[in-house]
């Protein structure tokens, strides 16, 4: 049996800290895509390796609303780093375009639009061949404060939101992937517990 090696699971460095929390005037710079992607392709501890990178699909790394030449263009170069695709954040959130997924029927609309427009850029990164698995991952884009006011109905709204979420995803060959605190009550409390990463029917 000696001399085998489990190749599972691949490991992946997350782009998204370069962005989140930071750009803003009292805050640290954003960090580039291209220096994520040296430092990624970089690292190596006991000869372990990153085997790709895990995606913020906003700008300024990576518009969401980006075509099919700048998604074939963005894929050569993270390839060109010896590096492949896996998951996606969705930007979801009010003030990435989205919405709230418990809000009003424009807020949930605005957050699906996202969903889909995330989706259908994995399906072309799979089609593409850079991105072999991965899902789009999304939370509740909403306070603990907001949600309590209402926690049986904002629950609800969540869970259904999630559920069309999943639909979206699925049309696209895709999987979504739920996180957070109040988005683990909706798939837990309110929705099929499947469709915190894959919507089955």
């Given at each position: 049996?000696?001399?085998?090696?489990?190749n599972?699971?691949?490991?992946?460095?997350?782009?998204?800290?370069?962005?989140?929390?930071?750009?803003?005037?009292?805050?640290?710079p954003?960090?580039?895509?291209?220096?994520?992607?040296?430092?990624?392709?970089?690292?190596?501890?006991?000869?372990q390796?990153?085997?790709?990178?895990?995606l913020?699909?906003?700008?300024?790394?990576?518009?969401?609303?980006?075509?099919?030449?700048?998604?074939?263009?963005?894929?050569?170069?993270?390839?060109?780093?010896g590096?492949?695709?896996?998951?996606?954040v969705?930007?979801i959130?009010?003030?990435?375009?989205?919405?709230s997924?418990?809000?009003s029927?424009?807020?949930?609309?605005r957050f699906?639009s996202q969903?889909?427009?995330?989706?259908?850029?994995?399906?072309?990164m799979?089609?593409?061949?850079?991105?072999?698995?991965?899902?789009v991952?999304?939370?509740?884009?909403?306070g603990v404060?907001?949600w309590?006011v209402?926690?049986?109905?904002?629950t609800?709204?969540?869970a259904?939101?999630?559920?069309?979420?999943g639909?979206?995803?699925?049309d696209?060959?895709?999987?979504i992937?739920i996180?957070?605190?109040?988005?683990?009550a909706a798939?837990?409390r309110?929705?099929?517990?499947?469709?915190?990463?894959?919507?089955?029917?």
């Open positions: 049996m000696g001399g085998s090696s489990n599972f699971p691949k490991l992946h460095n997350a782009a998204w800290p370069g962005i989140v929390g930071k750009g803003a005037s009292d805050a640290e954003i960090i580039a895509l291209d220096t994520l992607l040296e430092l990624t392709a970089g690292a190596e501890v006991d000869g390796k990153f085997d790709g990178i895990d913020f699909v906003t700008a300024p790394h990576f518009d969401i609303d980006s075509d099919a030449g700048e998604v074939r263009r963005i894929s050569d170069h993270i390839a060109s780093y590096l492949k695709v896996g998951s996606f969705a930007p959130w009010d003030g990435a375009g989205g919405g997924a418990m809000g029927a424009d807020d949930r609309a699906l969903v889909k427009k995330a989706s259908s850029i994995g399906q072309q799979r089609e593409i061949g850079i991105r072999p698995t991965g899902g991952r999304v939370d509740s884009s909403v404060e907001a309590d209402d926690p049986k109905g904002n609800k709204l969540i259904e939101t999630f559920r069309e979420a639909r979206i995803a699925q696209h060959g895709e999987i992937v996180e957070g605190e109040i988005a683990g798939c837990i309110g929705a099929r517990t499947s469709i915190c990463w894959k919507w089955s029917g």
